[in-house]
């Protein structure tokens, strides 16, 4: 099957700071790509939604300025957590596909902000 | 909106028992529904999935059918292995948006 790749797979920062977390997709082109939050014992929460070249569409509550996301290309999408607080601490997976078709997610990052 | 409900784990069974995981969904329209699984240290692997009524998806052993009646989408396997430990999800989609429930964890003891 296809194969999403994330990283780092783990990051530790201190409050302040920026934090990047790139998604690839390694053997497939994803027109389409997600980005999650998910918190311990809960669900995934969809946090945006990113087409190549165009601009990310954010669900209602999260804070584009934040949570800064670039899908610049087909096979890679990033999501920069600016100036990260304890409270973005959290596990951040992305996934990506085409429109209407499976989706296929990466292993997740884990982000602990001191 | 739409919102995905699962029974809450762990399950814990042992090994060649019944598995059931109960899933409901609410949703504007005809969704589809699929169940991902998390192994550890690993991101969600599509496991099965229906687009439409009465449809069933299968994998593995695992099989779950699309019960628009009861809006439902349950997931069973008939005789559970050690492997099978994991994170299940139940998801739909409407448009495009996946819609997770909270997740099951299930252990499954020799």
């Keep these: 099957g296809a194969v999403v790749s994330q990283h780092p797979s783990r990051v530790i920062c201190k409050s302040g700071t920026s934090v990047k977390i790139e998604c690839r997709s390694l053997d497939f082109q994803a027109t389409t790509m997600f980005w999650y939050r998910q918190f311990p014992k809960q669900s995934l929460m969809l946090m945006a939604t990113s087409n190549e070249g165009s601009k990310a569409t954010y669900e209602q509550g999260v804070e584009k300025d934040k949570f800064l996301i670039n899908h610049a290309s087909l096979t890679l999408s990033t999501l920069t957590v600016t100036s990260a607080h304890p409270e973005d601490s959290s596990f951040y997976i992305c996934s990506g596909g085409r429109l209407q078709e499976t989706q296929y997610f990466g292993p997740g990052t884990r982000l602990l902000v001191l | ?110």
């Design chain 2, 1 to 110: 909106g739409d919102s995905v409900t699962q029974m809450e784990g762990p399950v814990t069974l042992s090994e060649e028992a019944f598995l059931t995981i109960n899933c409901t969904y609410t949703a504007t329209g005809y969704p589809s529904l699929f169940w991902y699984v998390q192994y550890p240290g690993e991101g969600l692997q599509l496991l099965l999935k229906a687009t439409k009524a009465d449809d069933k998806g299968s994998n593995k052993g695992f099989e779950a059918t699309y019960r628009k009646e009861t809006t439902s989408f349950h997931l069973e396997k008939g005789s559970v292995q050690v492997s099978d430990s994991a994170v299940y999800f139940c998801a739909s989609r409407g448009f495009q948006k996946l819609v997770f429930g909270t997740g099951t964890r299930l252990l499954v003891s020799p």
